[in-house]
C-alpha cells in the first residue's frame, strides 16, 4: 500500500498490489467496502449521517463505491450526502448514471442556484422529478409531498405558422392581415381611440393586447380573430399609453402604464389586477418587462423625464433611476449580449443605456433625420429620409429605399429569424429581413400609425392558456384525488393506487362523489354531459349524473361536530377564519382550503408561489415553502391537501403517528 498526499490536508492510500484490487472489486467485496466508508461518517442524533463532517474522500467518492456495491438506490435517496460536499463534482457524477438519478439532479440543481431554499421546496422538486423516496427524505416534520402530475395537454405535431399582421390608424379600430393584405376576421372595435398594442404567445394560438383613451386594455383573441374581447382590463384613471406582455412567476401577465401615472399587472387568465405600483408622478409612456442576467426579472419603464427600474414581484423596490431627457423616443430592448437596454433618440443621436448599470453610450452620432428606431438583435435599424438603414459595428448602410417616409417600425421574428415591421405614409406596409428580403407587402387603405405582428398556428383553436380542473373526496380507505386537464386526459390517485385514461371528450370540470367508504369520478363536460369512472380501475360505469360543485378559490368552509368554519383570503394578504383575521401573506391571497384532520383544524393559504399551512384556531404557522409556479388551486380532505400550481398538480400528506 502506497501512501500519497491527497487534497484538503488528508493522507490517500493506493493498492498497488493487482490480485488485492481485483479481489476488492468482487460485488461482495465491494459491499463490505461501502460498509466501511459509511460506518466513518459520524451520526446524528436521528440516526441519520452527518455528511457535512465526512472525510473529504467519502464525500467525493462515496457515489462511485456505491455503483461497485449495487448500492446506488441508497445514496441518491439520501439528501444528507447530495447537497454536502462540491455540489460541481456531485453533479458531474449524478449525470453518469442518467434517468435513476434524474430527481438527485434536480434538487442539487436546485439548491445550487438558491443555498436557502427550504427542505420542503427541494422535496418538492424530488417530487416533480419522479423521487418520492428522496421527496420522504427531504420533508423534515410531518408534511410531505407524495404524488406529482404534469397536466399540461400532449402537444400536437407543428403546424404550418401563419403571420398575422396588426394595424391602427390612431382610431378605435384594429385590422388583422395575413401576409398577401387579406383581412382575417372581422375588425376589432375598441370603444375609444387606440395608444399601444402588443400580442401575446401561448403554445396554442396568441391574443392582442390593446390599451387605449377609454383606460382599459382589451384582450383580443386572434386565432382566429373573435369580433368580442376575452377580457377587458379596467382600474386605470386614465388612457393607457402602453402595454406589454410578460410571464412573471409561471404566470401570463399583462403590464400597462398610463396617463395616471401607475403601472398594473394583470392576470391573462381570468383578468384579475394583480398589482399596482403608483410610485410614478407623471404619465408612463413606454414599458417593458425584461430579464436579467442573474435570472431576475425588470419592469423598466419611461416617465417624461427618467427611466425607473422596479422589480415585479414588489412594487416598492426600485433599483434604479436614471434621469434622461424629456425630448426623443425610448426603445427597450434586450442586446445581443443578452444586456437589457434601453435606446434613447433625441436631436440626431441614439443612446444606448445600460439598463443594469445605468451607464450609457452615444452609438450614432447623426442618423441623417430620422425620428424612428428599433433593436433588431445586435444591430440598430432606423428610418433616415426614405431609406431604411442598418447601424451595425460603427457604420451606417441601406437596407432598403422606400417609397414615402416611415409612419411605423418594429422588431419581429419570422420563424425565429430576426426581420422588421414598417408602414409609410404612402399607405405601404413591409415585413422584411435584415437582408432585406421582403416576405409581405400590401397596401391598405389607411396610413397606419401602430403595428403589431403574430405567428398564430393555423387551426389552432382557442389562444387561452391550459386550465385543469381539481377534485377530492373519501373513499376505498383514503383519499380520492381526481384531475383532468383541458384535453382529454384524467389522472386518479387512491389510498390503493394510481389510474390514467384518455376520456372520450374534453373534461371542463372534475368531480368525486363520496357515499360510504366509496366514491364514484365524474368528468364534465358541457356537450357530452358526464362520464362516471370508477376510481380504483378507471372503467366507466352506469351511474345517476350530478351537478359538478364549484366555489370561489379564496373561500372555503368545513363542518365541525358544532359548527360551520369558513375562511376567505383577502387582497391585503389577510386570513380570516371564522370572525379571527391575521396577516398570512405579502400579497394577495390566491386560494384557500379548510379541513379538519382528526382533532385538528388546518388551512392553507396561498399567495403566489408561496404556500403556508396554520393551524385554524391558534393561527400558528405550520408549514410554509415555495412551489415552482404560482399556486391556482387548493383542495384538501382528511390528511391530504392537493396544490394545483402552473400547470402541475401536486399531492401533500400529513404523517399519521
Not at 445605468?358 to 435599424?381: K, M, P, Q, Y
Amino acid at each position: 500500500m502506497r501512501r500519497l498526499p491527497g487534497n484538503e490536508g488528508f493522507v490517500l492510500y493506493q493498492l498497488f498490489h493487482n490480485g488485492l484490487v481485483e479481489r476488492l472489486r468482487v460485488r461482495s467485496q465491494a459491499r463490505l467496502v461501502f460498509d466501511a466508508l459509511l460506518s466513518t461518517v459520524p451520526k446524528l442524533s436521528n440516526d441519520r449521517l452527518a455528511w457535512d463532517l465526512a472525510a473529504p474522500y467519502v464525500q467525493r467518492h462515496a457515489l462511485d463505491h456505491a455503483r461497485e456495491a449495487g448500492a446506488v438506490a441508497e445514496i441518491l435517496h439520501d439528501s444528507g450526502y447530495l447537497l454536502c460536499g462540491s455540489l460541481d463534482e456531485r453533479l458531474g457524477v449524478l449525470a453518469e448514471l442518467g434517468e435513476p438519478a434524474r430527481a438527485a439532479i434536480a434538487v442539487v440543481k436546485a439548491y445550487q442556484a438558491t443555498p436557502t431554499a427550504s427542505r420542503m421546496s427541494l422535496a418538492v422538486e424530488a417530487i416533480r422529478h419522479g423521487g418520492r423516496e428522496l421527496a420522504a427524505d427531504l420533508s423534515d416534520g410531518q408534511f410531505r409531498p407524495i404524488w406529482h402530475v404534469d397536466v399540461t395537454p400532449r402537444r400536437r405535431p407543428p403546424e404550418r405558422l401563419a403571420p398575422l399582421i396588426i394595424a391602427s390608424d390612431g382610431g378605435p379600430s384594429v385590422w388583422v392581415y395575413d401576409a398577401t393584405g387579406a383581412l382575417v376576421g372581422p375588425s376589432l372595435e375598441h370603444t375609444a381611440s387606440v395608444r399601444a398594442m402588443a400580442t401575446v404567445h401561448y403554445e396554442n394560438g396568441c391574443e392582442l393586447l390593446c390599451g387605449g383613451n377609454d383606460n382599459t386594455v382589451h384582450v383580443w383573441p386572434l386565432t382566429p380573430p373573435e369580433a368580442r374581447p376575452r377580457l377587458v382590463l379596467r382600474g386605470h384613471q386614465g388612457p393607457v399609453l402602453c402595454v406589454t406582455y410578460a410571464v412573471v412567476n409561471g404566470r401570463a401577465v399583462a403590464v400597462s402604464g398610463s396617463q395616471d401615472g401607475t403601472v398594473r399587472i394583470w392576470d391573462l387568465e381570468d383578468g384579475e389586477m394583480i398589482a399596482k405600483i403608483g410610485a410614478y408622478t407623471m404619465p408612463v409612456t413606454d414599458i417593458a418587462v425584461l430579464p436579467m442576467a442573474d435570472g431576475r426579472q425588470i419592469i423598466a419603464t419611461r416617465t417624461y423625464d427618467s427611466i425607473q427600474i422596479r422589480d415585479p414581484n414588489d412594487a416598492t423596490v426600485q433599483y434604479r433611476n436614471i434621469p434622461m431627457s424629456p425630448t426623443g423616443a425610448v426603445i427597450f430592448a434586450i442586446r445581443a449580449d443578452h444586456v437589457p437596454v434601453a435606446m434613447h433618440w433625441t436631436a440626431g443621436q441614439l443612446k444606448m443605456i445600460d439598463l443594469h448599470t445605468g451607464s450609457s453610450e452615444v452609438t450614432a452620432a447623426t442618423l441623417f433625420g430620422g425620428n424612428l428606431a428599433t433593436l433588431v438583435g445586435d444591430r440598430i435599424v432606423v428610418n433616415s429620409s426614405k431609406f431604411l438603414r442598418v447601424w451595425a459595428e460603427g457604420a451606417l448602410h441601406d437596407l432598403i429605399r422606400l417609397p414615402s417616409n416611415v409612419r411605423a417600425l418594429s422588431s419581429v421574428e419570422i420563424d425565429g429569424r430576426l426581420a422588421v415591421l414598417i408602414s409609410t405614409e404612402d399607405r405601404d406596409v413591409q415585413l422584411l429581413d435584415l437582408d432585406g428580403i421582403v416576405h409581405a407587402r400590401f397596401q391598405l387603405p389607411y396610413q397606419a400609425t401602430r403595428l403589431a405582428y403574430a405567428e398564430a398556428v393555423d387551426g389552432s383553436g382557442s389562444s387561452r392558456r391550459s386550465a385543469t380542473a381539481v377534485a377530492v373526496g373519501t373513499g376505498f380507505g383514503g383519499s380520492v384525488v381526481a384531475v383532468c386537464n383541458t384535453g382529454n386526459r384524467l389522472w386518479i390517485h387512491s389510498a390503493t393506487g394510481e389510474v390514467t385514461r384518455e376520456l372520450p371528450h374534453s373534461c371542463e370540470h372534475v368531480s368525486v362523489l363520496s357515499r360510504h367508504d366509496w366514491a364514484i369520478v365524474g368528468a364534465h363536460s358541457r356537450q357530452a354531459g358526464t362520464i362516471a369512472i370508477h376510481p380504483l380501475t378507471g372503467r366507466t360505469i352506469d351511474a345517476p349524473d350530478w351537478p359538478p360543485l364549484l366555489r370561489s378559490p379564496n373561500a372555503h368552509w368545513t363542518l365541525t361536530d358544532t359548527e360551520q368554519i369558513t375562511v376567505t383570503g383577502g387582497k391585503d394578504g389577510t386570513l380570516t377564519v371564522a370572525e379571527r383575521t391575521w396577516s398570512a401573506h405579502s400579497g394577495p391571497v390566491s386560494t384557500v382550503a379548510i379541513w379538519q384532520h382528526k382533532e385538528k383544524l388546518l388551512v392553507a393559504s396561498a399567495a403566489g408561489t408561496a404556500l403556508h399551512v396554520w393551524n385554524g384556531r391558534t393561527q400558528d404557522m405550520l408549514w410554509k415553502f415555495h412551489l415552482p409556479a404560482p399556486v391556482r388551486l387548493l383542495q384538501a380532505v382528511a390528511n391530504q391537501l392537493v396544490v394545483y400550481a402552473g400547470d402541475e398538480v401536486i399531492l401533500f400528506e400529513e404523517r399519521t403517528q
